[in-house]
């Protein structure tokens, strides 16, 4: 389980988070909301260790890890995908697999066959460069590479993003069945409401860098959420 707890964030002199507190748990999808600009992807920044935090606490499983560096992070099996995706260009889609294996022990170093259950047009494509794959490919392929990893957390930064909506079921249909299997904790970073709601257990609406509403999904007013993403 992750806990994040009170923290703040700062750029410079600019705060960006203030007195942020959330949780994740194994076997839910965990929906951080907002506007753009209101702090979520500082949010997941401070979680996996991209930027450090002036005050608060993160804990996962039970250990502080804010004071970790982001590779003893991914070494704890919180994997990140970020947003914008981040694939490189030119190594082939097998490459990009490949460097989630730098956190795994040498024998476990083996892109697993489910990959390609869950991706099968990665299979396809295994030669082909990261560079020249649709945007939507390169996201899938983002995700991918985090689940090579095998984390028991995974933090995703608006995977639906300029993406087309035959992908984007693809992908809810992933989130959803990683969630089933029941050991692995999703947060998921989300503007695009309808695909949030389908997901999440949860849902944490952020507005300039404070979480403005949070519970589980059942218990929130939707027309309340929709609000306050509204421009
Ligand atoms: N590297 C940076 N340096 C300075 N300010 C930054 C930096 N990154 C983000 N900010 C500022 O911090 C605030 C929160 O940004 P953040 O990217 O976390 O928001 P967001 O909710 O993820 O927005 P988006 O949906 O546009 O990604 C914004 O005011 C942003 O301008």
Redesign the pocket.
Known sequence: MLQVEKVDLY??A?I??RQVSLTAEAGAVTCLL????????????AIVGA?PIASGSIKWDGEEISRLPMYERARRGIAWVP?GRDVFPLLTVRENLETGFAVLPRGARKIPDEIFDLFPVLKTMLRRRGGDLSGGQQQQLAIARALVMKPRLIVL??PTEGIQPSIIKDIGRVIALLRSRGDMAILL?E?YFDFAQELAQTMVV?DR?DIVLAGRREDLDEADVRRRLSV
Do not use: W
């Not at 600009?37 to 920044?45: A, C, E, M, Y």
């Open positions: 750029y410079g600019a960006a988070l907002g506007r753009n600009g209101v702090g979520k992807t500082s949010t997941l920044r930027h947003q930064d608006e970073v503007q952020m860098g």
